[in-house]
């Protein structure tokens, strides 16, 4: 009687606690790959060149009824295993994957991992941007435009490029399509399946024949809960900047007129101003998720876009998998498998090593760096003296001659102000019923930086708003000792304005300030003798050192795991312009405020540099359509430039703020990309799907098991090393001993070329190469045997090349990052 008391109690204690758990548990979304092969196994490698996958008739018959088998088989495996209504299903992933995600429990999701067909299950990290000058700066103007391709007129013609992003502002002047003599008809390449989903603020006339197709992916924000209708807009349409800025920098119309607060800063053009643009909306200002850019990436690879832009993905390295193979990867394999060129940001996490979040071979990965324009703003004092700093704002009244009151916000509070507001507050000029009218009207306010900007509870805009509330003739915003150097990047100021980012220059106006103003013997300020005006700063100068690699670029070594074991593969794998680039803007602007209004931004950011690359891709591609996507890459690769404009080695902007260090290839990948030398490489080094199976499966200690499930098939050959994957670039971050790699050249210069091989070792190895010289037919191949040894121990990489130099001046670089070890 008495046990059954006791077990009576433990059932009831068992029920209790298991009902908190059910009922407190919350959902989250899954992503899962099943077994069997997605239709586009079917394709194989005929996939690999644009001609053939052109033929595809991608809605036959065939393909259809086994995209709707797979989908029918998901329902199944889903009803099966899982408790019906504790699950929702989001999307199946049935083209370039078999797959679908899940929005369901912790508890549901263990039994679908257990299940049978399930090889992954994956918890959905989100998804984050990675937040025109430059077409002449990388020598498009002058070069590859006007010679090669037929003039501007044509350049990217034909090719269509997949922006996977925010969406688009499709009436911005960009994406414009009305030239009446030149008129092509809506959705040129007949083969492309353009679809234009209508929806707020998207209507169908924006697919014009520029924009060719756009859709928006919502099912995975949608579970999240937490989108908000008025600026979460469930169409294609942009509402952040961002996709339309990435889109305009690589595809944009040549030659758009850039007018921001009424004056004219130049004009913006895209990389390939000709090239299509296809439009997949899978990230909203309140939440982006991995769900709705993988289904944005399947749909962009079953479409056929030729090149994808992602300028987002996931900000940190997948916790329990390795990096080569979190789904986010996976799918860009496949993509890159259909033939599609995948430009991937390495992310804004810089400058620190072992930053990129850029892993694979399969994309390219692209680091952020400067160009030669800057805007200078200063401040000149009463006693003649200029002070350099940044914003892009005209100059206070009477062109910057006549001189104004210089006040210091601090001095100016209103008796009650301290009350009203903490004093860092009115410090910042973020209130101004604190500060005192009188005062500051027809004044330059001194407004200074404090813990509200670093908390995000201050912002620019706010002291624009009380400068003008107040009747400001300007405002400076300056530096505070106490906290530092700032980075300031150049906004448009709609008044006067200057930011000063230096603690020491702000020393400087502080000591003219307090030698000219009289204070009683509180300290209270009584009269202000200070003056000063702000100088005209929305005038560019060209005086800069470019490249220079941006601080906020996500560096390598690139890693395997989140323990950061390094990986035999260099990331990044190539550099572009990011800093302040000036590109289409959406004027709702709703995660910028500060941009609010604005037809065009100045924004930086690896989501700035990938762009470039999609668009040079796009050139590349136009000119030599049979090209696979790792030639795409290589011939990028291989021409790259390694010195700044003034002849010297690459620098890159370090830890400490504004100091700079000596670039090296985990800094700048190849290096700067130079689009009129990638048109035409001379050799290209080649890979396909099967090599990155070998690469995957020699990476080490890893069980080929999971390889196979990841990606579908066996480990039936692997490299004696990863770093023999024939990709050019070469990084060993152990040599112990000595090692043999090969890499392997195609001729793509359509003449016969006699090429001498040379090196520049990295410390501590000896390098030969194998033959010295060769002699390439057309359509020829030659394989080039790298022989390393130590000979001495380094406790850090060490960089060298290969130049490969041909009787026809074709260059072929390869960098090489190198870390000996000694033999135990
Ligand atoms: C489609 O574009 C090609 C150039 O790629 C052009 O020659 C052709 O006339 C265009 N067709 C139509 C119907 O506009
Ligand atoms: C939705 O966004 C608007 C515009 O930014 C904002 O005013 C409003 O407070 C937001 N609503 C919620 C519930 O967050
Ligand atoms: C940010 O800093 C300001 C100034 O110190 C403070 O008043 C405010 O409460 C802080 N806000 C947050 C969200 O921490
Ligand atoms: C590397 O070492 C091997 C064996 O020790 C030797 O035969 C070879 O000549 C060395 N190569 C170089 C480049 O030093």
Avoid at 117 to 135: F, I, N, Q, S
Avoid at 207 to 225: H, L, M
Avoid at 400 to 417: I, N
Wanted: glycine content about 8%; proline content about 7%.
């Amino acid at each position: 009687m008495l046990t059954m008391v006791v077990s009576l109690r433990f059932q009831l204690l068992f029920l209790f606690l298991f009902c908190i758990v059910c009922i407190g548990e919350e959902r989250d979304i899954y992503l899962v790959l099943v077994e069997g092969d997605p239709p586009v196994a079917f394709l194989q490698d005929s996939l690999v060149s644009l001609q053939s996958r052109k033929k595809l008739d991608q809605n036959s018959e065939v393909l259809k009824a086994h995209a709707k088998h797979l989908e029918e088989s998901h329902d199944q495996l889903l009803q099966t295993t899982l408790e019906e209504g504790a699950y929702n299903k989001l999307y199946t992933f049935n083209h370039i994957v078999n797959g679908f995600s899940v929005h369901t429990t912790p508890t549901q999701a263990n039994k679908l991992k257990k299940a049978h067909g399930v090889k992954l299950v994956e918890k959905d990290r989100g998804a984050k941007m990675m937040t025109t000058y430059t077409p002449k700066f990388l020598g498009l103007s002058e070069g590859v435009w006007t010679t090669e391709l037929g003039r501007v007129k044509n350049a990217g013609e034909g090719i269509v490029i997949g922006f996977v992003d925010t969406g688009i502002n499709p009436f911005h002047p960009s994406f414009a399509y009305d030239d009446p003599r030149d008129r092509y008809a809506k959705n040129n390449r007949t083969r492309f399946p353009g679809v234009c989903e209508e929806g707020p603020h998207f209507p169908k006339s924006a697919c014009n024949g520029k924009i060719v197709s756009a859709r928006f992916f919502s099912a995975g924000a949608q579970a999240r809960g937490v989108l908000n209708a008025s600026i979460d807009i469930l169409s294609p349409f942009d509402a952040v900047g961002h996709g339309s800025h990435v889109a305009s920098t690589a595809a944009g119309n040549h030659g758009v007129p850039v007018v921001v607060n009424g004056f004219y800063y130049g004009r913006a053009s895209g990389m390939a101003p000709r090239a299509r643009i296809a439009v997949y909306k899978a990230i909203y200002p309140s939440v982006g998720t991995a769900t709705d850019v993988l289904a944005a990436i399947d749909q962009a690879t079953k479409d056929g876009v030729d090149i994808l832009t992602l300028s987002i993905g996931p900000d940190e390295p997948p916790r329990n998998r390795l990096t080569v193979l979190s789904m986010f990867d996976i799918f860009m394999l496949f993509a890159r498998k259909a033939g599609v060129f995948v430009a991937q940001a390495v992310g804004n996490r810089g400058p620190g090593p072992y930053t990129t979040v850029s892993y694979s071979p399969w994309a390219v990965g692209v680091a952020s760096c400067n160009t030669d324009r800057a805007y200078p703003s200063s401040l000149v004092l009463g006693n003649g003296m200029k002070i350099g700093g940044i914003g892009l704002s005209g100059p206070s009244f009477g062109e910057g001659l006549l001189q104004y009151k210089l006040v210091l916000a601090k001095d100016a509070v209103l008796a009650d102000g301290n009350i009203l507001r903490t004093p860092e507050f009115v410090d910042e000029c973020q209130h101004p019923e604190a500060l005192d009218l009188v005062i500051m009207q027809r004044s330059v306010v001194i407004c200074t930086f404090s813990a509200g900007f670093l908390n995000g509870s201050s912002n620019i805009k706010a002291i624009i708003n009380t400068a003008r509330t107040l009747g400001f003739m300007g405002f400076v915003f300056v530096a505070n000792p106490t906290y530092g150097d700032f980075i300031a990047e150049p906004y448009p100021f709609s008044i006067p304005g200057i930011m000063i980012p230096k603690a020491s220059d702000t020393q400087i106006i502080l000591d003219y300030y307090e030698k000219q103003t009289e204070r009683n013997d509180k300290g209270v300020a009584m009269a202000y003798h200070g003056r000063a005006s702000i100088q005209e700063g929305r005038v560019a100068t060209y005086n800069e050192k470019p490249p220079v690699v941006s601080r906020f670029s996500s560096r390598g070594p690139n890693f395997l795991d989140i323990k950061r074991n390094p990986t035999d593969l260099l990331k990044p794998d190539i550099l572009a312009p990011g800093h302040q680039i000036w590109a289409a803007w959406s004027p709702m602007s709703v995660k910028d405020p500060i941009l609010k209004g604005y037809n065009f931004g100045l924004v930086s950011g690896t989501s700035m540099a990938t762009p470039h690359i999609a668009g040079v891709a796009a050139l590349i591609k136009q000119r030599n359509p049979s090209w696979s996507p790792s030639m795409i890459a290589s011939a990028m690769a291989t021409t790259t430039t390694t010195h700044d404009n003034h002849g010297e080695p690459l620098m890159a902007e370090g830890p400490e703020l504004y100091s700079l260090i000596r670039s090296t290839p985990f800094d700048h990948g190849a290096g700067l990309v130079n689009p009129s030398q990638a048109i035409d490489p001379g050799l290209v080094l080649m890979s396909g799907f099967e090599d990155y199976m070998s690469f995957l499966c020699s990476l080490p200690n890893t069980d080929p098991e999971i390889i196979k499930t990841a990606i579908g098939e066996a480990c039936t050959h692997s490299f004696h090393a990863p770093s023999d994957l024939n990709i050019p670039s070469l990084t060993i971050s152990a040599l112990a001993g000595s090692q043999s790699v090969r890499r392997t050249f195609k001729n793509v210069a359509g003449k016969v070329e006699t090429y001498v091989c040379a090196v520049v070792p990295p410390n501590g190895v000896a390098v030969e190469l194998h033959p010295p010289w060769f002699t390439i037919g057309r359509d020829g191949i030659q394989d080039l045997e790298v022989k390393l040894n130590v000979t001495q121990v380094q406790d850090t990489f060490s960089y060298g090349e290969i130049v490969l130099t041909g009787s026809l001046k074709h260059i072929v670089r390869i960098p090489l990052s190198i870390l000996p070890v000694s033999v135990l």
